[in-house]
């Protein structure tokens, strides 16, 4: 693909990256106001959306499809799998990468905390701090970005499951109700059953 840095292939999927995912590498260095820590933050971004996009593949394989491939772009990625079967699975999938994020998300906090309660060595602290920030702070903004119901965002599709689960809800109580028939009503059907059960003993008789 013209644009496109061929990564290989992880776990029999192949990965490649567009040439915008290296425009996050300045705005890492206005935010961060260092080479070195734009350097690491941009890694760490680069993991963290890989870790977005191969959370959709595994949660595509688990519900039986083949995935193509996975590419990086700018703020977003893609992984390309085959069709859904059914409309449970479709959100699934576009739940699980953010779902990914949000475990990385957790456990950034963990590990943030952790640091703060330890004395840490100087190395360890300048090669932290960036990437706890992108697993934190971009973090959020990324599953925020994500989850908008636009275009090629995941939340196009993500939030079907709110009508989804109504839909869910209404047809369990739909299952378990009784239908209760008035008076009239239930004498209309049995006489109906009366006379279609005589006309079939009929027709039988006929027959012999």
């Not at 776990?11 to 890492?28: C, E, G, K």
């Not at 083949?66 to 079967?85: A, E, F, K, M, W």
């Not at 959100?91 to 950034?108: E, N, T, Y």
Request: overall charge positive; glycine content about 8%.
């Amino acid at each position: 693909m013209e644009n496109y840095w061929h990564l290989g292939r992880w776990f029999r999927i192949p990965v490649s990256m567009h040439w915008t995912v290296l425009l996050t590498l300045p705005w890492m260095w206005l935010w961060m106001r260092s080479l070195v820590a734009a350097l690491i933050g941009f890694a760490a971004f680069v993991v963290l959306q890989l870790a977005h996009e191969f959370g959709h593949a595994a949660m595509a394989r688990w519900r039986g499809l083949t995935v193509d491939g996975i590419t990086l772009n700018g703020l977003h990625g893609q992984t390309s799998h085959s069709y859904p079967r059914n409309e449970r699975d479709d959100i699934l999938i576009a739940w699980s990468g953010v779902g990914a994020q949000f475990l990385i998300l957790l456990l950034a906090l963990g590990i943030g905390q952790l640091l703060d309660a330890v004395a840490t060595p100087w190395w360890l602290a300048v090669a932290a701090g960036p990437v706890l920030t992108v697993f934190t702070l971009w973090n959020i903004f990324l599953m925020i970005v994500a989850l908008l119901p636009i275009g090629p965002m995941d939340g196009h599709r993500a939030w079907r499951l709110i009508p989804y689960l109504r839909k869910s809800m209404q047809r369990r109580r739909d299952g378990g109700k009784v239908v209760k028939l008035d008076p009239v009503r239930r004498r209309k059907l049995q006489q109906d059953s009366e006379q279609i059960a005589s006309d079939i003993i009929s027709k039988l008789g006929k027959k012999k």
